[in-house]
């Protein structure tokens, strides 16, 4: 019986499909051809049934579903460590947005972007969605590197180095989206920065494009509870309510940090399928507070994990925000069992991806779907003895174990090196960058 020829057949010792959820697999494989996965069997079978163009042996690693990252500001990684240890409003009024104004530039969103998709995909993160300006530009540098993003059409109503107001931010934004149409590996949503940044007026005009062209909405809220303190005293409301009122919500939308909700608010997120992005280590960082994540899931909301900006965490590391998502609800809830090791990874894989409309394509590791997969080595000094793959890859392993990386099936990491980025020329740009911002 002739082998049927495939692309890549990945070997490791253990396999953590995510669907279905709590399977770990030991001797098995995945084949990849044609940058989808055709099958996941035991490794003797494989070996049988096919011949591939290349063949990966890990039999120190666990293979899992590439993570995804619910919410970042990519090019934000010229800022890091720029604006530490102040709370959020300062953070914002007196240190990044001045920067921003100052240095914000297509070139900068290019470089800045580059940089962190090296960051991620280094971290095991084959796909983010992202919120910042000229998109265009942050395209240019994901296809360069190769990984998967969805990209935000930021609208607020000031005016920036991109945009005028608001209607020009929504124009630029879907001209881009248009230009990009059919990009296998870029698509876009709705990115109203957040409640206290974007009109009433505005906001209807953005639920009709999102309902129209059938886009999800990105936005920041409830963050901090002054955050909730200002739309009271503004509107009346506080601004999940406002949100509701105008018509945003619905399973399109994705609640950025939803730190401060109380359980009528859940209950109405739950009742409208929207998603939330934890930000557990940002949160941290600004003092915002403690999202109440074992509530939002009790609830049946997706909730996903993501890194926010470097500027704000100062790392774009899912492991990172992994173990913290685990530690915070279980301190806070004074459960130890709550958000085991299987729930956090399918946070940080199938729920990022059905949050962004992408779980029919990413987030598991089955048949039919994209081969964005993610390889981590268990067999050192930090993470041995490993009884427990997936406990090891939450509260034992970090990012620095990531081994190998693939998008579509196309390897973007091997053995912990980016395969298509020349770093030395993307480290030259970034010190170009902490010069002129160090100006």
Not at 123 to 132: E, K, L, P, R, V
Not at 369 to 388: M, Y
Request: hydrophobic content about 45%; some cysteine; aromatic content about 4%.
């Amino acid at each position: 019986m002739s082998r049927q020829e495939i692309d890549l057949l990945i070997e490791p010792r253990w396999i953590i499909p995510v669907e279905p959820h709590g399977i770990t697999l030991e001797g098995h494989a995945v084949a990849v051809s044609g940058g989808a996965i055709a099958a996941v069997l035991p490794a003797e079978e494989a070996q049988q049934r096919y011949r591939p163009q290349q063949h990966a042996v890990l039999p120190r690693h666990v293979l899992m579903p590439g993570l995804v990252n619910l919410h970042t500001h990519a090019a934000m990684t010229l800022l890091r460590g720029i604006a530490d240890d102040l709370p959020l409003m300062d953070w914002l009024k007196t240190r990044i947005w001045p920067a921003e104004t100052k240095h914000v530039s297509a070139p900068f969103v290019h470089d800045g972007t580059l940089l962190a998709c090296a960051e991620m995909l280094k971290g095991g993160i084959t796909c983010f969605n992202d919120m910042y300006f000229f998109p265009e530009a942050a395209a240019e540098a994901v296809h360069s590197i190769g990984m998967r993003a969805m990209l935000g059409m930021v609208v607020i109503e000031f005016p920036t180095a991109y945009a005028t107001d608001a209607e020009d931010y929504i124009s630029k934004g879907l001209a881009a989206r248009d230009r990009l149409r059919g990009d296998p590996l870029v698509s876009f949503c709705m990115a109203p920065h957040a409640p206290y940044t974007v009109s009433d007026k505005t906001f209807d005009r953005i639920a009709t494009l999102a309902a129209q062209l059938d886009l999800p909405l990105h936005i920041h809220v409830h963050e901090t509870a002054a955050e909730v303190g200002e739309s009271l005293a503004q509107h009346g409301v506080r601004p999940l309510e406002r949100l509701h009122r105008l018509g945003l919500l619905g399973p399109g939308l994705i609640a950025v940090h939803a730190v401060h909700l109380d359980d009528g608010e859940i209950g109405l997120l739950a009742a409208h399928g929207c998603s939330v992005a934890h930000c557990p280590t940002s949160n941290m960082k600004l003092a915002s507070g403690i999202a109440p994540a074992h509530r939002l899931l009790a609830k049946g909301l997706r909730v996903g994990l993501g890194t926010d900006g470097a500027a704000s965490n100062n790392r774009l590391d899912l492991f990172q925000e992994m173990r913290h998502a685990a530690l915070l609800a279980k301190v806070a809830t004074g459960n130890a069992a709550v958000l085991d090791a299987h729930t956090i990874l399918r946070m940080a894989t199938l729920d990022g991806a059905a949050a962004l409309g992408m779980d029919a394509k990413i987030g598991s590791i089955k048949p039919g779907k994209a081969a964005d997969l993610t390889a981590v080595r268990l067999d050192g000094i930090e993470t041995s003895p490993c009884f427990n793959p997936p406990s090891h890859l939450i509260y034992a392993a970090g990012r620095e174990q990531v081994s190998h990386v693939w998008v579509d099936g196309r390897p973007r990491v091997i053995d912990g090196v980016l395969q298509d980025c020349d770093t030395v020329r993307l480290l030259d740009s970034v010190n170009l960058w902490q010069n002129r911002l160090s100006s």
